[in-house]
């Protein structure tokens, strides 16, 4: 298994322009998350899915917007991008079914607004 | 406003000495709280869980739960500079994160 898979790693956009920001996970988990960390903070929730065909936001979803079209895919887009969110982006999936609801996280992406 | 806050860092402690890191939570119905560990430029890893009051204890790890009083905490006994990271408190009924600790252990 892969796991949670994130791309891309890095990225560099300028004020005003919109890119997507992928996610997969092969565990077949129903939840899956994005969040934010800015330097030196914690993790804050953008944007969640509970299963295909079902969003909600999290504590910051503005300027952000989702999808969930399959179990395996949680993409974030960016509209009209701004300085402040420049950020690293989490993807992050949990399965609710049983046991604890551990989070798994992929690798981040790093984002740059100029 | 719900808030999870985590004592301010950094934290550094000797090589074999005893850690404590702190979190309080301002939503009194929350039922999960979840500590995870983030090496620098990594992503976070989940190290313990807490449901009910009182200990819990994972290896060198115990977290500790006090509903009443919407603290929790996790002890790293016997520290090793490997577990030198930021720890972040989470609590689970709306997935809200601490800011982190981040935690030196000094050979």
């Known amino acids: 298994n892969a796991g949670v898979t994130q791309t891309p790693k890095f990225r560099i956009l300028k004020i005003g322009q919109s890119m997507t920001l992928q996610c997969t996970q092969d565990m077949n988990h129903n939840y899956m998350y994005w969040y934010r960390q800015d330097p030196g903070m914690g993790l804050k929730l953008i944007y969640y899915?509970?299963?295909?065909?079902?969003?909600d936001k999290g504590e910051v979803p503005n300027g952000y917007n989702v999808s969930r079209s399959t179990t395996e895919d949680f993409p974030l887009r960016l509209e009209l991008a701004a300085p402040s969110q420049t950020s690293v982006y989490f993807c992050?999936?949990?399965?609710?079914?049983?046991?604890?609801?551990?989070?798994?996280f992929g690798p981040g992406t790093r984002l740059t607004v100029l | 406003q719900k808030e999870v806050e985590q004592n301010s860092g950094p934290l550094s402690v000797p090589e074999g000495a005893i850690a404590s890191l702190n979190c309080t939570y301002s939503?009194?119905?929350?039922?999960?709280f979840f500590w995870y560990r983030q090496y620098s430029g990594k992503s976070p890893e989940l190290i313990m869980f807490?449901?009910?009051?009182g200990d819990k204890e994972d290896g060198r790890f115990t977290a500790q739960l006090n509903k009443a009083s919407q603290y929790v905490s996790l002890l790293i006994r016997d520290s090793q500079p490997s577990d030198s990271a930021t720890y972040l408190c989470?609590?689970?009924?709306?997935?809200?994160f601490g800011a982190g600790t981040r935690l030196t252990v000094k050979p």
């Open positions: 989470a609590v689970n009924n709306d997935m809200r």
């Open positions: 899915s509970v299963g295909a065909g079902i969003t």
């Open positions: 807490i449901y009910s009051n």
């Open positions: 939503d009194r119905g929350s039922q999960s």
């Open positions: 992050a999936s949990s399965s609710r079914d049983r046991g604890p609801d551990e989070q798994f």
